[in-house]
């Protein structure tokens, strides 16, 4: 912790510091005191942020060059439906997505899930100051405006097409999905033998054996005995 006395003279630089016009404050800043001096630094060169405009979510990423700051925001502004499903209603959504493309000069794509993504690069002169960040991310989804009503109008959100990630959620997610780290088999050492003392000679182990059933064959049942009626005797008359 500061001492007291320290106080006044980090006040004092930095109601200069703020009063300068030279350059203004940046979002990468980075403000500390170092020997009673206020000290200014910057810690990084790159911001993401998540927006959301009309109820799809948009990615900014910012880099801090030297001339200046690029800008790119990625967005999924539909879903594209197979041909089987609406030929019609695919060949209009396409024709908006594809004139919002042009009114931009961005890019789209159409991934594996039917997805329509729309990617755009915006480079501007300055620094990363909040004022800058927000009026530039207002432009590019302000040009958009209208083409993501006619995509609402022919295809209502059912659902947000795409969810801001949390940083909780994404870790522990990570987290799942780590490889579990393998245990490896403890070893089995053999007992050591003694130099004075012989080592063990295995001996058999008798198993029993187990007495054999007895077969049993049943006597073969006795022929039927079948008894013949003798032949009937015929007595003929002689002619007379």
């Not at 001096?37 to 009309?54: G, K, N, P, T, W």
């Not at 001339?67 to 695919?90: A, C, D, E, K």
């Not at 042009?102 to 039917?114: L, Y």
């Amino acid at each position: 912790m500061s001492s007291k006395t320290d106080s006044p003279t980090k006040a004092k630089g930095l109601v200069e510091f703020s009063s300068s016009s030279s350059r203004a404050l940046a979002v990468t800043d980075r403000i500390h005191t170092e020997g009673g001096a206020l000290v200014h630094d910057q810690c990084r060169s790159e911001i993401d942020f998540m927006v959301q405009y009309q109820g799809f979510w948009f990615a900014v990423h910012t880099d801090q060059k030297e001339n200046g700051v690029t800008m790119r925001v990625h967005g999924i502004i539909g879903h594209l439906p197979y041909s089987y499903q609406s030929s019609f209603l695919r060949t209009n959504i396409f024709a908006v997505v594809h004139a919002a493309s042009r009114e931009i000069k961005g890019k789209i794509r159409v991934d594996d899930q039917q997805r329509i993504l729309l990617i755009d690069e915006v480079f501007f002169k300055g620094q990363l100051t909040p004022k800058l960040i927000v009026s530039e991310t207002a432009k590019v989804l302000l040009r958009l405006k209208p083409y993501l009503e006619l995509v609402k109008a022919l295809q209502p959100l059912t659902s947000t097409p795409f969810m801001a990630p949390d940083i909780e959620s994404v870790a522990s997610q990570e987290e799942m999905t780590k490889a579990p780290t393998p245990v490896p088999a403890p070893a089995v050492m053999p007992e050591p033998v003694s130099e004075t003392e012989p080592a063990p000679t295995p001996q058999p182990v008798a198993h029993p054996v187990k007495a054999k059933a007895k077969i049993k064959i049943a006597s073969a049942k006795p022929k039927i005995k079948m008894s013949l009626k003798p032949k009937l005797k015929m007595n003929l008359k002689p002619k007379k």
